[in-house]
Structure formats: structure tokens, C-alpha cells
């Protein structure tokens, strides 16, 4: 395990120097991809009907919230949910 790490820290750091950025900016844009791969991989089964929303929040860890968000972002349609009662004003006159 630790000859593999090394190899991956010394590819990180030939990579930072060729592309003249940070090693941490490095492993986040790695974090991103890997990020952005799972979610496209849950939204083909969320499109196909095959997995819930609960369950692809558990998986990826997000909150629902950031979930529609990223449906809404990505244009794809789902369904919306309204909130009763909380829509409603009272106006006063004084």
C-alpha cells in the first residue's frame, strides 16, 4: 500500500509542476471528477426509475436540497413539491 501512495503523491507533484498549480487544487479537481462521475452514473438509474432519491443522497452523501439542485441544474424533470399554508399573507390596515 505504501510503495502505491508514494507513486500517486510523486505522479501529483510531476502534475502540479507541469501545470504550475498546487497539489491541493490538484486532488480537489480529482474529487470533482470523481464526484461528478457518480452522480451521472445515479441519475441514469434515477432517469430509468430505478433508484430513489433517498437512496442516491445516502450514496453520494448530499442533502436532497443539493440533489434537486443539481436536477434543476442539468435540466432534467422531476417532480416538484409544493409547501400549503405557508404561501398564505394577512394584510392590516392601520
Do not use: C
Amino acid at each position: 500500500m505504501k510503495p502505491n501512495l508514494s507513486k500517486v503523491k510523486s505522479e501529483i507533484e510531476k502534475l502540479a509542476l507541469e501545470a504550475n498549480v498546487t497539489e491541493l487544487q490538484i486532488v480537489d479537481q480529482l474529487n470533482d471528477f470523481f464526484f461528478n462521475k457518480k452522480v451521472n452514473e445515479n441519475l441514469k438509474l434515477y432517469k430509468k426509475g430505478k433508484k430513489k432519491v433517498s437512496d442516491i443522497t445516502k450514496d453520494l452523501k448530499i442533502s436532497p436540497r443539493k440533489f434537486y439542485a443539481i436536477l434543476e441544474k442539468k435540466k432534467i424533470q422531476h417532480k416538484k413539491y409544493n409547501k400549503t399554508g405557508s404561501s398564505e399573507t394577512s394584510e392590516t390596515n392601520q
